[in-house]
């Protein structure tokens, strides 16, 4: 059964940083690009970021460049994206999803698995 388990989110300050991760199991983690996706309040989701399955190559929405970087750990099966010069904007849910492209989707259905969610509040 694939399992996709996010943690790390919480409640941080507008310029602080946060790391998340996604635990993986069920599958051969390094065979599948990941990405991260995000749900704000009353919004639908908006996609953040991808990686490849090696980990060699990146993408980012431009709402994030610059500030979020996406990384894999194959040998441990988890996804991390670290969040920094946060702002209001990015409070959401956050998630995980397997497979699919890792640049940006023509469509949230590519993706064949998703996490339950970590939320990250940016307030002060």
């Known amino acids: 059964e694939v399992q996709l388990v996010e943690s790390g989110g919480g409640l941080v300050q507008p310029g602080g940083s946060l790391r998340l991760s996604c635990a993986a199991s069920?599958?051969?983690?390094?065979?599948?690009?990941m990405n991260w996706v995000r749900q704000a309040p009353g919004k639908g989701r908006e996609w953040v970021s991808g990686?490849?399955?090696?980990?060699?190559?990146?993408s980012y929405a431009d709402s994030v460049k610059g500030r979020f970087t996406i990384s894999r750990n194959n040998a441990k099966n988890t996804l991390y994206l670290q969040m920094s010069s946060l702002k209001p904007d990015d409070t959401a849910v956050y998630y995980c999803?397997?497979?699919?492209?890792?640049?940006?989707?023509?469509?949230?259905?590519?993706?064949?698995?998703w996490g339950q969610g970590t939320q990250v509040t940016v307030s002060s």
């Open positions: 990686i490849s399955n090696g980990g060699l190559r990146t």
């Open positions: 069920g599958f051969t983690f390094n065979t599948y690009n």
């Open positions: 999803a397997k497979g699919g492209a890792f640049t940006r989707p023509t469509t949230l259905s590519d993706y064949e698995s």
